[in-house]
């Protein structure tokens, strides 16, 4: 098992819970790692699985395909933390949940206007009692008082949770041609990557690299980076051109250095300038301190992100960036790639992002893209 992938250990994982003939089906984020083909292969299974099954999952595309009520754990003031529950899919939980956010200010504002005309009338009350002395002021003022203390109070709607605040400038803005394949080839043995590979990437393209787990899609990002040595013809890179990479497995992190020297070895700042820079991408004040080693690999991703961010690149070369995100932070992620100037080439799983984003789709499949 040690020696295979995670989209093939995920495949195993799934395989055993179906030989058990479950009545209820469990899966904590099943389709990280799956290529587009397995997750669509998921997405049936659990279509077509005639027990219930719950599904912790950060793919959209996923949870409007097969979930007819969605379990959102929220955190509350007065409550602590809450499970609400919405009928429908994910889609339909975003429109439902906005929707009721807005009532819920409305019904917040209105109960706020009438606590201070209670309040105002006891004052006045209380007023009078002090200038003459009569028990009908003081009731009355009391009476005032209950109306408040028996109300349902309507808890303040946060109406924007806390996001990341993520964006990317080029430095400068590169030529019109950004990169070129000129038959470009690999293998490794006898497993053939790529053959006489020619495409042309331009200025401002947004290019997404599809294709099965195993293709050669993250070999191609690190021929594209220098990364990786051709066997046989080059890859052109313009000569204005500043690469920005994202690897998925968080390949360009030192994992003994802390995230504020990860930080100020892209860009020297002040100490306290760094720790601000992750704190805006909601690292926790105490992980800026330590070993990159020791966070999540959510938090791995945002320091990457905020590395990335630093360097002032006009293309960004990214593999699987939304794979250890949260929903909020791809969507932030996604805002920040919509509105960035420069050139975005993009491997990813991720439909959502793919439809948002790309505007041509480069297939890798048996050694041809």
Known sequence: MELLSGGQRKLIGIARCLLAEPDLL????????LDLERKTMLEKFIRQFPGCAVVISHDRYLLDEVANVICELDYSREEGIVLRRWEG???SYVSQKELALLRQQQQFVAQQKEIERLEAAIARF??????????RHIKQARNKQRQIDSMDKVERPVLERRK????????????????????????????????????????????GIVGPNGAGKSVLLKLILGQLPADSGEVWVGPSV???????????LNMRQTPVEAIREVKPMYEGEAVAQLQRFLLPYAATSQPIAKLS?????????????QLGANCLVLDEPTNNLDIPAAEVLEEALESFPGTVIVVSHDRYLLDRLVDRVIEVRDGRI
């Not at 209380?126 to 028990?135: G, T």
């Not at 500043?242 to 390949?251: C, I, K, V």
């Open 26 to 33: 469990l899966l904590d984020e099943p389709d990280n790692h």
């Open 89 to 91: 899919n994910y889609t």
């Open 126 to 135: 209380k007023l009078w009692a002090s200038i003459v002395i009569d028990e």
């Open 164 to 207: 990341m605040r993520l964006s990317f400038r080029p430095s400068n803005r590169g030529g019109a041609k950004t990169l070129e394949l000129r038959h470009l080839a690999k293998a490794f043995g006898a497993k053939v990557i790529l053959r006489d590979a020619d495409e042309v990437v331009l200025n401002s393209e947004r290019i």
């Open 242 to 252: 500043r690469t920005g990479y994202y690897a998925q497995e968080h390949e360009t």
């Open 297 to 309: 690999g959510g938090e791995k991703s945002r320091v990457q992100l905020a590395r990335l961010m």
